[in-house]
T-cell receptor, first 114, second 112 residues
């Protein structure tokens, strides 16, 4: 499968723990996006990368959220000191730089904070 | 005001019906517009881009009114397989960043 892959698909954690999600984009795509989606809502933009550069991060929900893409390939999204309100689906998407509209999404990582 | 707003839904229509979805956006600097489809418990997928002159793809027609900051999607002769959530997506350009902003979605159920 050469699509966007995310890991883990499901994560259950206790409040206060740190969690990290990984995203492997489609190999030739140099733009990578992170979104959060809660039930009944559309995806909410968090951050995006062009290659290894994080070009937009002002919408990260708090300073507990951070993302990296160290070599311009896979990316990680870390949430520190998780709260129950962080429970959501975390979606990763990638696109070609020249592409104007098609984001290819992974199946998402579902986080449940107890 | 949210950046992208859509009809709240859900829309329940019989097979063969025509259904229209509406979307408004607040950022006048928005440059690109799209409709995505999201099936239950699945990831969003691009349905179609929306061009200023309006565009059609089979049973689907998208319209854009920049002056009113309004986007629409029309589905004709709806099929059971059209049941999904339809997401309006707006992308600003230039100095406003490259993020794609999704609306909350409108859920459609096509009934036999």
């Amino acid at each position: 499968d050469t699509g966007v892959s995310q890991d883990p698909r499901h994560k259950i954690t206790k409040r206060g723990q740190n969690v990290t999600f990984r995203c492997d984009p489609i190999s030739e795509h140099n733009r990578l996006y992170w979104y959060r989606q809660t039930l009944g809502q559309g995806p909410e933009f968090l951050t995006y990368f062009q290659n290894e550069a994080q070009l937009e991060k002002s919408r990260l929900l708090s300073d507990r959220f951070s993302a990296e893409r160290p070599k311009g390939s896979f990316s990680t999204l870390e949430i520190q000191r998780t709260e129950q309100g962080d429970s959501a689906m975390y979606l990763c998407a990638s696109s070609l730089r020249q592409n104007t509209g098609e984001l290819f999404f992974g199946e998402g990582s579902r986080l449940t904070v107890l | 005001r949210k950046e992208v707003e859509q009809d709240p839904g859900p829309f329940n229509v019989p097979e063969g019906a025509t259904v229209a979805f509406n979307c408004t956006y607040s950022n006048s600097a928005s440059q690109s517009f799209f409709w995505y489809r999201q099936d239950c418990r699945k990831e969003p997928k691009l349905l179609m881009s929306v061009y200023s002159s309006g565009n059609e793809d089979g049973r689907f027609t998208a319209q854009l009114n920049r002056a009113s900051q309004y986007i629409s999607l029309l589905i004709r002769d709806s099929k059971l397989s059209d049941s999904a959530t339809y997401l309006c997506v707006v992308k600003a350009g230039g100095n406003y960043g490259q993020n794609f902003v999704f609306g909350p979605g409108t859920r459609l159920s096509v009934l036999p």
